[in-house]
């Protein structure tokens, strides 16, 4: 059984910094790959048809997708340990067993299609060569990652609901655990959901009237405060993640409703200053900014292969 325990410390840092992913069966692949709609030139998914895939303990084989020729992994293969029960697998791991683990192959395939959906366009070719699933498992990424239409944001059945107040005490949970209004969320087992209010989901963005379709990024006002020397200053005084806190803050002053781009933001951010360790990544934006502030309103939206999300109306923090 594959658990964060077992699988270490270091292995667990190096599936954050994708260096590998869990690659699901390929028969609940096909499940879900037939339950999308064709529509044009795209597929995309429709709730209705989703497959119901029960919660149990799948096998899933370990994929590297970054540089692990220098990284050997160790097995036990007997029950009890003996000096010759163990065979170490060396990269690209062909040899070594699948793997046993309770994740669900809804979140293994959405996680691998991020990873994929963010290298470079060479090194996923690559990887679509050597394992033609990986075309499947980007296919239902993108179709399970596309924007919502006009319907859904008239449809309140897609806001998350969330527990009333003399349901369950959730004094002791902390803000991981609760929505935008501090209310605890409640999810079935193997689900997750986005720490939104409902009316953040039923209310269409205010750059559009309701039942038009999202416009691209390139459209939408981007906020352009510039710090000054002062603010420079201060800024390089701090440590991150407070220099990340004190910078975010200071862009959405001037503008509370402004928008931008994940990519655009992330670029922002690192012409002014950037530590290397501290956001690796564009996508690494998203979730910093829905862990400093969690009251923010953050809508992703689908463009094209690339991930974009839009950050709107950021709560000023305490500097």
């Known amino acids: 059984m594959l658990t964060s325990r077992i ?27 037939t339950s ?7 597929k995309i998914a429709k709730r209705e048809a989703f497959p119901d895939i029960p919660n149990e303990v799948y096998n899933y084989r370990f994929l590297p997708l970054r540089d692990m020729q220098n990284i050997g992994i160790t097995r036990q293969t007997e029950f009890l340990p003996t000096r010759n029960g163990f065979t170490t697998h060396m990269y690209p791991f062909k040899t070594m067993p699948d793997l046993c683990s309770h994740i669900h192959p809804k979140f293994a395939i959405l996680e691998l299609g991020r990873k994929l959906s963010e290298m470079p366009a060479e090194v996923a070719k690559r990887h679509l060569e050597d394992c033609p699933l990986l075309d499947d498992i980007f296919v239902l990424f993108r179709a399970w990652t596309s924007r919502l239409s006009s319907k859904a944001w008239d449809d309140a059945s897609y806001a998350p609901a969330s527990v ?65 020397k002062e603010e420079l200053a201060e800024l390089n005084k701090k440590a991150e993640p407070q220099r990340f806190h004190y910078w975010l803050a200071k862009m959405f002053i001037s503008e509370p409703d402004g928008e931008i781009s994940q990519t655009d933001f992330w670029v922002k951010y690192k012409d002014t200053y950037a530590d290397e ?16 502030y969690p009251r923010a309103k953050v809508m992703a939206l689908r463009e094209d292969s690339t991930t974009r999300f839009i950050v709107r109306g950021i709560a000023q923090r305490k500097l």
């Not at 260096?19 to 692949?29: N, R, T």
């Not at 999308?36 to 795209?42: C, D, K, Y």
């Open 277 to 292: 360790h501290l956001v690796s990544l564009a996508s690494d934006i998203l979730r910093k900014v829905t862990d400093i």
């Open 36 to 42: 999308l709609v064709q529509v044009g030139s795209q």
């Open 164 to 228: 009333d107040d003399d349901e369950e005490d959730d004094s002791d949970m902390d803000d991981d655990h609760k929505d935008a209004n501090g209310k605890a969320i409640a999810t079935a087992q193997g689900e997750t959901r986005k720490r939104f209010a409902p009316a953040d989901l039923t209310t269409p963005p205010a750059n559009r009237p309701r039942g038009e379709e999202v416009v691209p990024s390139t459209t939408l006002d981007k906020p352009n405060y510039e710090l000054n």
């Open 7 to 33: 699988a270490g410390a270091s292995f667990h840092v190096m599936h954050v910094q994708d260096f590998w992913a869990l690659l699901p069966p390929q028969d609940i692949v096909a499940q879900y790959m």
